[in-house]
């Protein structure tokens, strides 16, 4: 952000708040209504697509992840502009054990599934993982806060 002409790093939206974000907006703009925190294994889950892993970011900074996470898909919450009232929110119907996922590059030599197996924290950022899942990366929501409680037609 840059309001004063100073560049500063956003704090992070906590994670039981960018949650729900993502729950409405799937509740509301995919129509799933199955999507809930009634889940044992992590983030959301939904009788229509499984475990949903929620991700937000609200800055240029790593995304992080545990190396022993499973999804069936995951979401990307852009918040970089909430404080201009602003969401963007990307779909990626990559299972965590897919080959493409596994394949991501975290960094020149590693892959994310070599990450994984040493134990360690995979951690990129947005600008370096949407390349990489780009054909599998839907928009599917970019609007204010309000919005994401109206329910789509």
Same mark, same amino acid.
């Given at each position: ?6 560049? %500063? ?8 708040? =960018?949650?729900?974000? !993502?729950? +409405?907006? *799937?509740?509301? /703009? ?43 898909? %995951? ?8 404080? =201009?009232?602003?969401? !963007?929110? +990307?779909? *990626?119907?990559? /299972? ?9 590059k975290v960094s020149k030599k590693q892959t994310f599934e070599d990450q994984c197996k040493q134990g360690r924290r995979p951690r990129m950022n ?28």
């Amino acid at each position: 952000m840059k309001k004063f002409g100073v560049e %500063i790093r956003l704090p992070s939206i906590p994670e039981d708040i =960018s949650e729900n974000i !993502v729950k +409405y907006i *799937i509740q509301n /703009k995919l129509n799933d209504k199955t999507s809930s925190w009634d889940c044992k294994r992590g983030d959301l889950e939904s009788k229509n697509e499984g475990k949903q892993e929620c991700k937000c970011f609200t800055s240029t900074g790593p995304l992080s992840f545990t190396p022993s996470s499973e999804w069936d898909v %995951i979401y990307f919450l852009d918040a970089q502009k909430w404080l =201009s009232d602003s969401f !963007v929110l +990307y779909r *990626i119907p990559l /299972k965590r054990t897919s080959t493409e996922w596994q394949k991501i590059k975290v960094s020149k030599k590693q892959t994310f599934e070599d990450q994984c197996k040493q134990g360690r924290r995979p951690r990129m950022n947005w600008k370096i993982l949407e390349p990489q899942v780009a054909s599998h990366c839907t928009k599917v929501y970019e609007g204010t806060f309000e919005d994401i409680f109206t329910q789509s037609v």
